[in-house]
């Protein structure tokens, strides 16, 4: 259902406000996704796995309770990373790449940059000597 005039105008003077009042917000809030938050989760649990990893190895030989917290932290780590692992597989290319735009030109991805590279190294090849 379609909102009204008067809807339009009262939902784009609460943006105003908000956009006023609090600009670093809106800034996190039109640049996080789904998909950017699951990315977080992700490194955040692979950190932790590691982390268990390393309880384990290193506190198992001197005590066992120590090494089954490790085991716990690494299972409850890949669970974290299973779970948004599998919402990230649902994203677009231009969704994992959002973060990687550069904040002078909103515009340019990861293919521009990827591109610059690649003629910056074309032009090293080609250079008379």
């Not at 789904?34 to 309880?55: E, K, M, N, P």
């Not at 409850?76 to 599998?86: F, G, K, L």
Request: positive net charge; charged residues 25%; glycine residues 6%.
């Amino acid at each position: 259902m379609p909102l009204s005039d008067h809807e339009q105008r009262i939902l784009a003077q609460l943006e105003e406000s908000l956009t006023k009042q609090d600009p670093r917000f809106v800034k996190n809030v039109r640049e996080t996704t789904v998909y950017t938050h699951s990315g977080r989760r992700v490194r955040w649990g692979i950190a932790g796995f590691l982390a268990g990893l390393l309880v384990l190895l290193f506190c198992f030989s001197t005590s066992i309770v120590l090494g089954l917290l490790g085991v716990v932290m690494m299972f409850i780590s890949a669970v974290v990373i299973e779970r948004n692992a599998r919402r990230l597989g649902r994203a677009s290319w231009q969704d994992l790449t959002r973060s990687l735009h550069s904040d002078d030109d909103p515009h340019q991805g990861i293919d521009n940059r990827a591109n610059a590279v690649r003629a910056w190294l074309q032009r090293l090849r080609h250079k008379p000597e």
